[in-house]
């Protein structure tokens, strides 16, 4: 029995030891098996640095997906502002019992890619510019 238990925790260890490699983050501390304290950047000061491993996944490098820190907009410690530049799609959705209408939004500083499905009236009532295509 225990040379099981050995044998379990010496394949957690190196089940852990691969996780760690994924990330290409300093690894600060291991707080749990499952939890991992990381360094941020001075910019992400205000972020919480302890992190389920499940969350960090192997990364490949993609020029795409670099964002100018610089240029973003910071109202408050932690809100970030980025505008959306346009509406690709307007649909309507069933939610349960009731139909919705959704209009995917592509965001500043992001690709298509990663346009988002939001909330026609929200979207419409705060940047009513971008429904002209739809409108004309």
């Excluded at 099981?4 to 394949?11: E, F, N, S």
Aim: glycine share 0%; charged share 25%; net charge neutral.
């Amino acid at each position: 029995m225990e040379e099981k238990v050995k044998l379990i925790r010496k394949r957690l260890e190196e089940a852990n030891d691969r996780q760690k490699s994924y990330a290409d983050v300093k690894l600060l501390e291991v707080v749990n098996p499952v939890a991992y304290r990381i360094a941020l950047p001075p910019a992400l000061a205000w972020l919480h640095d302890v992190f389920d491993v499940s969350y960090l996944k192997k990364y490949v490098s993609d020029f795409a997906h670099m964002i100018d820190w610089n240029s973003l907009q910071v109202q408050d410690p932690g809100v970030v502002m980025i505008e959306p530049i346009s509406v690709l799609e307007v649909r309507k959705q069933r939610l349960r019992n009731t139909k919705v209408t959704q209009c995917n939004v592509q965001w500043d500083q992001y690709t298509k890619d990663n346009a988002t499905w939001e909330d026609y009236n929200e979207i419409h009532q705060r940047f009513p510019h971008l429904f002209n295509v739809f409108n004309s």
